[in-house]
C-alpha cells in the first residue's frame, strides 16, 4: 500500500474543501483498501466521510417515495422493515450480496461505487485501460469467461459488480450528488457508464463530488408483491454474480400493468431492459411472453470472449425471475436470498 | 504526521497513537497491542479470520483502518470469557467440535456472536449456515460449526430469560 494523507472532514464543506487531485473518498473501505492492498488504487489523500452527519438516514418522505443516505449500512438498509416490504427485491439484493460481516460495514454509496471485479484490473502487472489509460486489456483473450456480453467494447470488457445496484436501476432510482460546484441529481442509469471512449470514464461524477443519497419513487413500490432478484453464483453464497436479474411485475385484470426487468453481471453497468418491459406490459403473464422478453433483453448480446454461455443463462435467468416474481414477493425472506435453485419455505404474497 | 485514536478494547479504554495511516485495525491488534487472537486468512475480506465485533456489530478488521475507528468500541475474542469461564459461544465449538486445526475459529466464534446478537437466522440451520458464509473453514468443521451456533443461540436465549425473570 503507498502512503497516503487522512483526513476526517466534520461536513460536506470541510469535504470538499479537503478534496485534491488523486484524493479519494473513503466510507468503509471494504473496497477501496482492498484495492489498495493490492496496488490498484493509489490514493495520495484519503477523506473519510464516515463522520459527515446527515448521511446515514432512511427517510420517508411525504409523497412515499424513500431516501436513502450514502452512509446508511447495507445491512441497516436491507432488514429495514418498512423498506423490506416496499422493496422487497433491493433487501434480497442486498442480502445476497457479499458476506454479513462486509454487509455490516459497507455502506449504499460505496456499493454503487465499487470498482469492477475485473482480475486484471487489480493486477497490477496486467494491462487495463481502466486502471492506467491506454495500457491496453488483458482481459481480451485472457481469462474473460465472467465478463460482459452487453454494452462492452475493444477498450474494455469488464463489468459493474454491484447486487444493489441492479434492482435499483429497474425501479428508477435517483442519485442525489453534491460537489463543490453545486448539487444535481441523475438517474442511477445514468451514473454509471459503458466503456465507449478513451480514456475510459468509469461514472458521471466530476471529481470531487459526492453521493449523498439515493431515492427511490414511490411508484416503485408498486411491484412489492411480485419482486425478487435471483443472483447465478459459481458457489452457494458469498460469491459475486455471473448473472443475476431483477424482475416485479403489476397485475390487473390477469394482465401486465407495470414490469421491471434488469439484469446483473452483464455489462459495466446494471443494465435495465425497457424494450423487454414494454413488450410485457399489456400483455398476460405467460410463459411465451416471459420467454420473448428474455430474448429482447438479451437481443443485443454478444460474447466478449469464453462467455457465451452466458447469454444463455442470463436468458434463462430472466424467464426465472419473471416467473418467481409472478408467484409471489415471499412473505419472509428467503434463507437463501437470491438463490435461483433453493426452494422458498414458507408463504408467498397472494396472488 | 501521527494521530492519536481512543479505542475501548475489550472494555479497557485505550488511547493509541497511529504512526502510519495505513494500520488496519487488525494489524494493530495484532502487531502492536499483542491480540494475537483474530487471525489474518486471506487479509482481503475474503475470509473471515480476522472477524472482531466494532460498536457490537461484526465486521473484517483486515479492511477497517484503524484511524476511522476512533472512539469505537472494539471487542475481541480475547474479551469473550469472564476468567476462566468460557463464553456459551466458546463452550457450544468444544462440545461440538467446531474446530479441527483452530485457525478460522476466534473469526467463526465472533462470527456467531455477532450473527446471535442480529437474531436473524432463528432455528433454521440453512439460514445459520447462510450467515456464517462469511467465514470459510478450510478444515471444512462446518457441520460441528452449525450445531455450535443454533445450541449457542438456544444457552444464550435462555440465559436471557432467566435475567429477566
Ligand atoms: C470478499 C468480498 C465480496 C464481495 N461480494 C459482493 C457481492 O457479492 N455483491 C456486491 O454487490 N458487492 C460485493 N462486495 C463489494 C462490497 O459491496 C463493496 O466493497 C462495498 O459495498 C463498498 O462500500 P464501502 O462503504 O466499503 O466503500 P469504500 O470501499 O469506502 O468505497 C468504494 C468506492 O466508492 C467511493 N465512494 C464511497 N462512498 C462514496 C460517496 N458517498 N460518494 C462518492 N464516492 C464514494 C470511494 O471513493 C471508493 O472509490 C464484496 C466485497 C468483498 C471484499
Ligand atoms: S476488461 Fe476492463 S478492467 Fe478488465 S483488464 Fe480490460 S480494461 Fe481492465
Ligand atoms: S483476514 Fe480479513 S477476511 Fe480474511
Ligand atoms: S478449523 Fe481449520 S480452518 Fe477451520
Redo the contacts with the bound molecule.
Sequence with gaps: MNRFDYVRPASIAEAFAAFQPAS???????????LMKGGA?RPKRLID?TRIPGLDRIEWLADGSVRIG??VR?SDLAYDERFQKSFPSVAEALL????PQ?RN???V???L???TRCPYFYDVASACNRRLPRSGCDAIGGENRLHAILGWSDECIATH????CVPLVALDAVVEVEGPKGARELPLDELHLLPHAAPLRETA?TPG????AVRLPAQAAAVARHARYLKVRERTS????VVSVAAGLELADGKIRTARIAMGGVAAKPWRSREAEAALVGSPPTAEAFARAAEIALAEAKPSGDNAFKIELARRLVVRALSSALEGTPQAMPALPGSPIASVSGAIHAV | MSLTISLDINGQPLSVPIDDPRTTLLDLLRERLGLTGAKKGCD???CGACTVLVDGRRINSC?ALALTLDGAQITTIEGLAEGDRLHPVQAAFIAHDGFQCGFCTPGQIMSAVGLIAEARAGADPERVRELMSGNICRCGAYKGITEAVLEAQGVLADTHQEVAA
Design positions: 479519494h473518498y473513503l466510507a468503509a473501505g471494504t473496497n477501496l483498501v482492498d488504487a466521510i450514502a452512509l447495507n445476497s450480496g457479499a458476506s462486509l460495514a459497507a455502506t454509496g460505496g456499493n461505487m465499487q470498482r459488480p454491484s447486487d444493489l461524477l463530488e459526492l453521493i449523498v458469498f460469491a459475486f454474480a | 482481503r475480506g475474503q479492511l
